[in-house]
């Protein structure tokens, strides 16, 4: 099949379409540069943290949509047992930035248990960052096994297999610009 048409095989229905999804990441944009309005670049300054893979899709929108100046950096997570109790997030790549004294505000794709998120924070809260917080585009609150506090959100979603927009299901799907719900057949085969 060509690549195409496996797309559509595989796509049950689109959740969020492109200009639903360019609304709401502008108006998080808004309110994200009202709220560090008075942050200067430099040593105190705003660092994006965008949480690899997912969130490189949705960290390149907001922050492109940003009007104050903020540093890029990136930290990729894997996690174990998804799906189980135990939650544990192992670290492959740290980020490179020192955070101390720095506003920093973490951007995920999704939060599902919040396992991921919860291991974040506690991270970047050992490394006395200024202030801590959290966007994260997608949540699935039926999912959550920890209570973890978002603060800024894009939508809140059913339990539902979603890809693109950086979400993956194999590694596959995350340039689609839209997030599609997969069909259940492509997931549980
Ligand atoms: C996804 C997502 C979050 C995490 C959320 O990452 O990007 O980081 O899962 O799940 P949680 O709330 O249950 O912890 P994933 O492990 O799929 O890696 P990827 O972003 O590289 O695809």
Not at 97 to 121: C, F, K, N, P, Q
């Amino acid at each position: 099949m060509r690549e195409e048409e496996e797309i559509s095989a595989a796509i049950d229905r689109v959740l969020l379409g492109e200009d639903a999804i360019a609304e709401r990441v502008g108006k998080m944009a808004g309110e994200i540069s009202a709220a560090y309005a008075n942050v200067e670049y430099g040593d105190d300054g705003l660092v994006l943290i965008g949480v690899l893979k997912g969130a490189f899709v949705f960290l390149a929108d907001l922050a492109r949509r940003l009007t104050v100046p903020h540093h890029v950096d990136f930290i990729a997570l894997s996690s174990y047992n998804r799906g189980e109790t135990k939650g544990e997030v192992r670290l492959i790549m740290d980020s490179r930035i020192s955070v101390a004294d720095r506003h920093v505000l973490i951007v995920e794709d999704i939060v599902d248990t919040g396992y991921t998120l919860d291991y974040l924070r506690r991270t970047f809260t050992a490394r006395e960052p200024a202030s801590l917080r959290s966007c994260v585009f997608l949540s699935k609150p039926e999912r959550r096994r920890i209570d973890v506090p978002i603060d800024y959100l894009g939508f809140e979603i059913p339990d539902v297999w979603v890809v693109g927009y950086g979400l993956d299901y194999g590694d596959r799907y995350r340039t689609l610009p839209y997030i599609g719900a997969l069909k259940q057949e492509v997931y549980e085969s």
